[in-house]
């Protein structure tokens, strides 16, 4: 069955938040499977200068599509079409929301007398949302006018996919006029279930089936807002979630059920040769040391080959993303690590985009000297090259006196000299707004985690996403999520987590909750998913002061953990990549495609019933467990044999003692996810993990 295929979201082509990953992520898959000219993308023109890195404009490949364009230009609407410059170049539609600012107030009107949901006019996001929501609709019923002038009065099979509030107006439209399309709407997390985690007085979790939606909605001024949420959730032909947790919310919030649970897949690119990102891991690191050296100028007491990098990063949500968490262990982690008398450094960074007016002047300070005394090394190695070459072509064994001069000494002596008195290690790179009143630094404080040379756990606050330009930390962000060895998301609100996700593909290790979707799909999925490297906290029931002990448990076990049995867990947390892959999660959607036409087309009822069937049932069997390995994954299970590995420690080592991962079926024997026999082979061979 041939159909179109149109996805809806403000986050096309503009970076905001997750779900600009999810549609670039799958749109390779979806091009794959939909084809090219079948499937299209819409979402708002922001600025003419994002526009330009994003997309590199054109003409749509179906001249009826770019007919319809055509005549809602002829309206005065701006429209831009062109080729989102992502992997398979789908194409996309970005509509310019002031071209249609007219138009706002007969739209207002027209949706509170349709729907009887109105918004104060003051609420820009409302009104934006009605904007681009009434637009999409338009283009929706100028497609299906210009589609049967073409085609004899025909009428187009075409799936409408809505994603988030912010684009479900255009599909409450839709449905309110009675265009003649199947709707999809996906949540990929409640408007009102943030809003709520987010207080600290309300307990989420344990009030979610008795909850009075309306009074909490109106409590926090977004009623308006949640009832288009609800009006979307209600009217679209099918319904689906992120993750099972988000459904049950959205049951509760949004009185129904959804249909269909679309997990969040990754573009899965696998590396060309099996140690490949082993070595990837090793040069970014070396990277992340190199600001070590510079931040802790003056204070580098501790060892980085014996020191563990673990990061956070994320939406600035303190408590939803579990920041309070990840500190509060932080200082347990640190006086447990003094009391064993360690000599095992934690370097934990959070990454979080927060309001900053300058760079840290002591972090700045501290690389520059950092590079001045790089700089000053290499040309007092090229002075003592050049001495020992001279005297050994003439015959003559230097002295060590003749090699390193007075001028020489007196140079180290003066950076030696000069690093001393410097002020602690500062705990943030930058310097923040109103830095009294910010939750981390004040939770840093509290914990008294202020990098002193006994702390056996050093913080580094980076306020500001990562890009290669940054004069202080000049790596992206999978650049450095590759270096370090721990990812740390506790999260007490996250309807997937892309973040844990990200750290599997990458084969690092990560600690997620189950109050995650995707530490639910791992632990529904996955039976043992710790020996994957996939720590799953419960923060459900538990309170905060044991979730915050068993979290430092896990990271101190993981401290424990030696060199070797960190590679080995690397390989096989990377070996969970096609589990994670569109390839294999895309087809959820496909499901609901498939379910929302089964809907809307006439004598596809045992259809319908089956798709829904298969909707509920589907879903993977269980990895075996493989407690059988020879050497543990587990922080609670892993002691070190002897001392810590050196710096001699080949981290690129082969690597052994790892049995094949078995196939994953899923319930109607679809193969999942398969280690291919030919690997088999060779691991029998020579044990490497591949």
Not at 59 to 76: D, F, H, S, W, Y
Not at 435 to 452: E, G, I, Q, Y
Not at 531 to 556: S, V
Request: proline share 4%.
């Amino acid at each position: 069955m041939e159909y179109f295929t149109f996805e809806f979201s403000l986050e096309v082509a503009n970076k905001v938040g997750g779900i600009y990953q999810v549609i670039k992520s799958k749109a390779p898959v979806s091009v794959d499977e939909l084809g090219y000219s079948k499937y299209v993308l819409f979402g708002a023109k922001k600025n003419d200068r994002a526009l330009r890195t994003e997309v590199e404009q054109c003409e749509l490949q179906n001249p009826i599509m770019q007919k319809t364009v055509e005549a809602m230009r002829e309206r005065g609407i701006g429209v831009t079409t062109g080729k989102w410059l992502i992997e398979s170049v789908p194409q996309v539609v970005l509509f310019d929301i002031p071209s249609v600012a007219g138009y706002l107030d007969g739209w207002r009107r027209e949706f509170a007398d349709k729907t009887k949901i109105s918004g104060p006019l003051e609420d820009v996001e409302f009104n934006d949302t009605i904007l681009y929501g009434f637009t999409c609709a338009w283009f929706i019923g100028e497609w299906l006018h210009q589609y049967k002038l073409a085609n004899e009065d025909r009428i187009p099979l075409t799936v409408c996919h809505f994603h988030e509030w912010l684009a479900s107006v255009g599909m409450i439209m839709a449905r309110i006029r009675k265009l003649n399309v199947a709707t999809i709407f996906t949540t990929h997390a409640t408007l009102l279930g943030r809003y709520l985690c987010a207080d600290p007085s309300f307990d989420f979790y344990t009030n979610l089936q008795t909850v009075n939606v309306d009074y909490e909605a109106g409590r926090r001024q977004i009623y308006h807002r949640y009832c288009i949420e609800r009006a979307a959730a209600s009217l679209s032909h099918v319904f689906t979630a992120v993750s099972q947790i988000t459904a049950d919310e959205a049951e509760h919030l949004l009185k129904r059920k959804p249909d269909v649970i679309t997990p969040n897949g990754l573009n899965v690119k696998r590396w060309s040769a099996p140690h490949e990102f082993q070595s990837q891991h090793q040069k970014s690191k070396e990277k992340i040391e190199q600001f070590m050296q510079g931040h802790f100028y003056g204070h580098l007491d501790f060892a980085l080959d014996n020191t563990i990098y673990m990061f956070t990063a994320g939406r600035y949500e303190y408590r939803n993303k579990g920041i309070d968490l990840f500190i509060e262990a932080l200082a347990r982690l640190n006086k447990k690590l003094m009391d064993e008398q360690s000599d095992v450094t934690v370097a934990a960074f959070m990454i979080f985009n927060g309001k900053t007016n300058s760079f840290n002047v002591e972090s700045l300070e501290g690389q520059s000297q950092s590079k001045a005394l790089i700089e000053s090394t290499r040309k007092l190695q090229e002075r003592i090259g050049q001495r020992i070459y001279q005297s050994v072509t003439q015959g003559h064994i230097p002295e060590a006196s003749e090699i390193i001069g007075d001028e020489d000494m007196y140079e180290i002596k003066s950076k030696v000299y000069g690093a001393e008195g410097r002020p602690l290690p500062p705990i943030t790179t930058h310097n923040l707004v109103n830095d009294a009143k910010d939750p981390v630094l004040s939770k840093l404080r509290a914990c008294k985690l202020h990098n002193n040379w006994w702390d056996r756990v050093k913080v580094i606050f980076h306020p500001e996403f990562l890009k290669p330009t940054n004069p202080l930390l000049p790596m992206d962000y999978m650049e450095f999520a590759r270096g370090c060895h721990l990812g740390v998301f506790p999260s007490y609100y996250e309807p997937w987590g892309y973040t844990p996700a990200e750290c599997t593909v990458m084969g690092i290790p990560s600690v997620t909750t189950n109050l995650s979707g995707y530490g639910c799909w791992m632990e529904e999925h996955i039976e043992n998913a710790w020996q994957y490297g996939t720590y799953i906290i419960d923060r459900r029931y538990p309170a905060f002061e044991k979730a915050a002990e068993d979290l430092a448990d896990n990271m101190l076990g993981f401290c424990k953990q030696t060199r070797r049995q960190r590679i080995i867990q690397r390989n096989r947390t990377e070996r969970l990549s096609d589990f994670l892959d569109w390839k294999n999660l895309g087809r959820y959607y496909t499901e609901a495609r498939k379910l929302a036409l089964a809907r809307v087309l006439p004598d596809n009822i045992q259809e319908e019933i089956e798709l829904l069937h298969k909707s509920k049932m589907s879903s993977f069997k269980r990895a075996p467990s493989l407690a059988n390995l020879s050497i543990a994954a587990s922080p609670f299970n892993s002691r070190p044999a002897s001392r810590h590995a050196s710096h001699d420690d080949d981290e690129d080592e082969e690597q052994n003692n790892n049995e094949p991962i078995e196939d994953i079926y899923d319930d109607d024997g679809t193969l999942m996810f398969s280690k291919d026999m030919n690997d088999v082979e060779e691991g029998i061979k020579n044990t490497r993990v591949y």
